[in-house]
T-cell receptor, first 114, second 114 residues
Framework: AQSVTQLDSQVPVFEEAPVELRCNYS??????LFWYVQYPNQGLQLLLK??????LVESINGFEAEFNKSQTSFHLRKPSVHISDTAEYFC????????????FGGGTRVLVKP | NAGVMQNPRHLVRRRGQEARLRCSPM?????VYWYRQLPEEGLKFMVY????????ESGMPKERFSAEFPKEGPSILRIQQVVRGDSAAYFC????????????FGDGTRLSIL
């Protein structure tokens, strides 16, 4: 069975500082990894995905994540955050064994302070 | 190109009543997924459907819950005889055909049970 662990439930960070959100997964077969962002009272928006190929993936708004198979991690980073990055971030995994369903971590709430 | 549409956005029911949640997938998407988000928790997979077929219902409670995705019209998640513990946000996602395609989420239906 697949599982996803997001080690930090909340991350306070000052504006223009860097942030890293940690995500570890467990799966015995090939995986596909996703980060989603959820703003208050909204659905989830896909931030970035790893399906295959380069282990470093980037989003259009400055986030990046690196797939590390040996450490079973897919940490999300941004070198300089904005107030508008305040949201909840979810790491998710799907894979060959589980078909198309996503297994989510518990989420990390990022609060950007001025 | 409209996104995933869910209605209603908010639904209030009394214990024992029925709740019907609707989801229209994005144009061109034939796969629909339902997830439940309890307060302060991540999303949990409930069911995965294609037109007129339930592909994976491993996350559905054994009783009172059912889902369908008819040939015409939206997907429906139906909860009979609701109880307080059914209070949650219910999210629908859709994806195009193919394995492990990124899922696009609606804004959810927030169900409150009085």
């Amino acid at each position: 069975a697949q599982s996803v662990t997001q080690l930090d439930s909340q991350v306070p960070v000052f504006e223009e500082a860097p942030v890293e959100l940690r995500c570890n997964y467990s799966s015995s077969v090939s995986v596909y990894l996703f980060w989603y962002v959820q703003y208050p009272n909204q659905g989830l928006q896909l931030l970035l995905k790893y399906l295959s190929g380069s282990t470093l993936v980037e989003s259009i708004n400055g986030f990046e994540a690196e797939f590390n198979k040996s450490q079973t991690s897919f940490h999300l980073r941004k070198p300089s955050v904005h107030i508008s990055d305040t949201a909840e971030y979810f790491c998710a995994v799907s894979g060959e064994a589980a078909g198309n369903k996503l297994t989510f971590g518990g989420g990390t709430r990022v609060l950007v302070k001025p | 190109n409209a996104g995933v549409m869910q209605n209603p956005r908010h639904l209030v029911r009394r214990r024992g009543q029925e709740a019907r949640l609707r989801c229209s997938p994005m144009k061109g998407h034939s796969h629909v997924y339902w997830y439940r988000q309890l307060p302060e928790e991540g999303l949990k997979f409930m069911v995965y459907l294609q037109k007129e077929n339930i592909i994976d219902e491993s996350g559905m409670p054994k009783e009172r819950f059912s889902a369908e995705f008819p040939k015409e019209g939206p997907s429906i998640l139906r909860i009979q005889q609701v109880v307080r513990g059914d209070s949650a946000a219910y999210f629908c996602a859709s994806s195009p055909p193919g394995r492990n395609q990124p899922q696009h989420f609606g804004d959810g239906t927030r169900l409150s049970i009085l």
